[in-house]
């Protein structure tokens, strides 16, 4: 019953070896980089320090997209949606510090905030769906999901860094509910809906390039000093004046996670806000790069596969050579 | 020379006991429960949240439930790609009970998906995304589940008396052989991977890009202990002598010590390498869920070191339980438990959802059960190791 050391070695390294090596060693070389930005990116840009959270946002965008009222509170007297979900695709929430007196303060202070779909540039719920159900349309970069491609099987709401794509359980036909940057409204030429009704300016939209420029105009301007700010798209020429808030140098989706096409900019910092503190590189890139370096062009399966048949059918000649039953 | 095929035999007896007509009301119970899923949605039947998509019909029917089913897998590379003819009498069980709990894991998939009417969406090319984690999982299980029963088959074309299919068949079952380690290679190993893109969501215990490392050895190794377990069971069960076994028992006892001992080196190299030592003691639940997955992957670790536990009923016992306990308990840490989704959200699983994994264990007991007493599946130890490996190594 001792099996001699040489056939022992055979079969390791036809089988284990080969297997083990395959199946989990990462080659850094065919590492995936970052995702870069589309051509005729859109975006949106929202500036904390103008927003006076009226809301016209969200009740614009459930106008929009036809989302049902979202009720939070023990009497059903208002839509007060506490977060997105699949009846609110963008909501306004507030900070608030000690005795909230300042808006824009860090301390004993407050500040508004948007929360919507991101838009990444490299992003997670693209990235995992099994059936391309979520994509990314390559020129304006708008994240977009197709409900008859969509199996269900919400790896894109766990995957997400933000929580932005959520799922429907209460019905037998669930779908993913998020905001697709109102492409339907974008397709007769109109712009979003959160930023078309937003009577401050604190959403704008815009090519990604435009919203840039307007972000380093935002962030040279003198705190306390008039500036003028447009409403509802760069260079719609329908501006109001007021005094430039002490912007955060950060810029919230800048950098995060290869970037998005949403920005947000504030004078508190955006952790204190709800935003979490991402790095720079994708996560889409990092377990891509585990999976195309496993499985790109199934050359790494193809040939354990060969080394597999090959010693299932060394190990197999005895059943061959003796029929029975 | 050694006859193998004939040396199974269905172990006949009444297929009606208290064990057979509790699980049959269990699987009713959980059938009735997934009618309701199917009518009124999931949120009628689980906890599921956006916070929580993935609840325990994922994490135990899926993720640990086809780790659980890793024996066939495992006894395959010892059997046949290793080519150790010795541990032939244990490929058998071990492919059925594989057989069961990856197709009813594949099944529960179905009843998870939210829109599980688009699920042939996964076989058709123009629907692929390569670079999905998820893709490869789901195309990967199919085709094992596919692969399993082929694996089985000659039982079954066995026990139909057709000899002629069968012979034709074990000419190429080595094709199918080689797919039955390569398959589950890849998805087990997947099964880790599906965390990675989680990022920062995911405790840094446990997220590490060696996740699909750290997931192929804890499921081969589940798959060795489930043999254990499984043949340990089934001798209790069934009123087998386990005598002719143990000695490979204790073979694969000292596989499963060895392996989880450089697991154990590589699970905390990795976490002292990633700067996440601090985490051990400060991250207060999921510090102690940690320890106790340690504790359980550590206990067959020093309990296999000595040569004579090995070949103890009991020891093997204890050391087999422990590590399928430690296996588990990694998958539920890693997947719902180290799983940091934001504030506000909570989940702990439904009555009615747990009835419904509850069912679909009975449903595996069952069967197993049925299978076993109608199907030559067992074997009948009329050859010895010796004469096994021999046939094997000519």
């Known amino acids: ?325 | 020379m050694a006859k193998f095929h004939n040396e199974h035999e269905p172990l006949g007896g009444s297929l009606l006991s208290r064990t057979t007509v509790v699980c049959a009301i269990l699987a009713l119970i959980a059938g009735v429960l997934l009618a309701k899923r199917m009518v009124l949605g999931l949120g009628s039947v689980t906890n599921l949240n956006n916070g929580y998509p993935w609840g325990i019909w994922i994490v135990y029917d899926v993720v640990i439930g086809t780790a659980f089913a890793c024996g066939g897998y495992a006894m395959a590379i010892l059997t046949y790609i290793l080519n150790k003819g010795e541990y032939h009498p244990m490929v058998r069980p071990a492919l059925l009970a594989s057989a069961f709990g990856y197709t009813l894991g594949g099944i529960s998939i179905v009843f998870d998906l939210g829109r599980w009417w688009n699920a042939w969406h996964i076989l058709v090319p123009s629907y692929w995304n390569s670079g999905s984690v998820m893709f490869e999982v789901a195309l990967c299980v199919m085709a094992y589940i596919l692969v399993l029963w082929i694996e089985f088959s000659p039982a079954m074309l066995a026990k139909f008396g057709l000899k002629n299919s069968k012979k034709k068949l074990e000419k190429i079952l080595f094709v199918f052989v080689a797919l039955g380690v390569l398959l589950p290679s890849m998805h087990q190993s997947s099964l880790g991977t599906l965390l990675v893109v989680m990022g920062y969501q995911i405790h840094p215990l446990w997220q590490t890009p060696i996740l699909p490392l750290l997931f192929l050895a804890s499921a081969i190794t589940m798959g060795f202990s489930v043999v254990v377990f499984e043949a340990l069971l089934g001798s209790a069960g069934f009123n087998r002598s386990v005598r002719h076994e143990l000695p490979q028992l204790a073979k694969l006892a000292r596989i499963i010590q060895g392996m989880m001992a450089v697991y154990l080196v590589v699970r905390f190299g990795d976490i002292i390498i990633r700067g996440a030592v601090g985490e051990l003691f400060t991250s207060g639940v999921k510090s102690l869920m940690f320890w106790i997955e340690i504790a359980l992957f550590a206990t067959p670790v020093a309990l296999f070191a000595k040569p004579g536990n090995r070949s103890s009923k009991k020891f093997l016992w204890i050391g087999a339980c422990c590590l399928l306990l430690a296996g588990a308990l990694y998958r539920l840490d890693a997947f719902l438990v180290a799983y940091m989704t934001g504030a506000g959200w909570s989940y702990f699983p439904s009555v009615q959802e747990l009835l419904v994994t509850i069912g679909i264990i009975a449903t595996e007991i069952l069967l197993y059960i049925v299978f076993v007493r109608k199907f030559p599946v067992f074997y009948t130890h009329k050859l010895t190791p010796a004469e096994l490996a021999a046939a094997h190594e000519k």
Not at chain 1, 142 to 165: K, Q, T
Not at chain 1, 183 to 207: D, S
Not at chain 1, 278 to 294: G, V, Y
């Open chain 1, 1 to 325: 019953m001792s099996l001699k050391r040489r056939s022992f070695l055979k079969g390791a390294a036809g089988g284990g070896a080969a297997l083990a090596t395959a199946a989990v060693v990462p080659a850094p070389a065919q590492a995936r980089p970052n995702k870069v930005m589309p051509p005729q990116a859109v975006g949106l840009l929202y500036d904390s320090t103008l927003c006076v959270g009226c809301k016209a946002c969200v009740a614009g965008c459930k106008e929009a997209n036809g989302l049902p009222v979202d009720i939070s509170t023990a009497d059903p007297l208002w839509d007060t949606p506490l977060d997105i979900g699949p009846k609110t695709f963008n909501v306004i929430k507030v900070y608030a510090e000690g005795t909230a007196d300042t808006k824009d303060q860090e301390k004993n202070g407050f500040a508004f905030i948007k929360k919507s779909c991101m838009h990444c540039v490299d992003p997670s719920c693209v990235s995992v769906c099994p059936v391309t159900a979520m994509t990314k349309h390559p020129q304006t970069g708008i994240v977009e999901y197709n409900p008859d491609a969509c199996i269900g099987c919400r790896y894109c709401v766990a995957s997400c860094p933000f929580g932005v794509p959520q799922s429907e359980f209460d019905t037998p036909t669930p779908k993913i509910k998020k905001c697709e940057m109102c492409k339907h409204r974008q397709a007769e030429g109109k712009i979003p809906m959160c930023a078309e009704v937003c009577p401050t300016g604190a959403t704008i939209f815009g090519p990604i390039p435009a919203l840039t420029e307007e972000i380093n105009r935002r962030r040279a301007m003198k705190a306390g000093e008039p500036n003028l700010f447009e409403r509802r798209t760069v260079g719609s020429g329908d501006t109001h004046e007021r005094p430039a808030a002490k912007y955060l140098d950060h810029v919230y989706g800048e950098k995060e996670v290869a970037g998005t096409q949403f920005r947000h900019m504030a004078a508190v910092p955006f952790v204190k806000l709800g935003y979490p503190e991402l790095r720079d590189q994708s996560f889409a890139s990092e377990s891509e790069t585990i999976q195309h370096t496993l499985y790109q062009g199934l050359m790494a399966p193809a040939v354990v596969l060969g080394g597999l048949v090959w010693a299932a059918k060394r190990a197999s000649h005895v059943d061959d050579e003796h029929p029975e039953e």
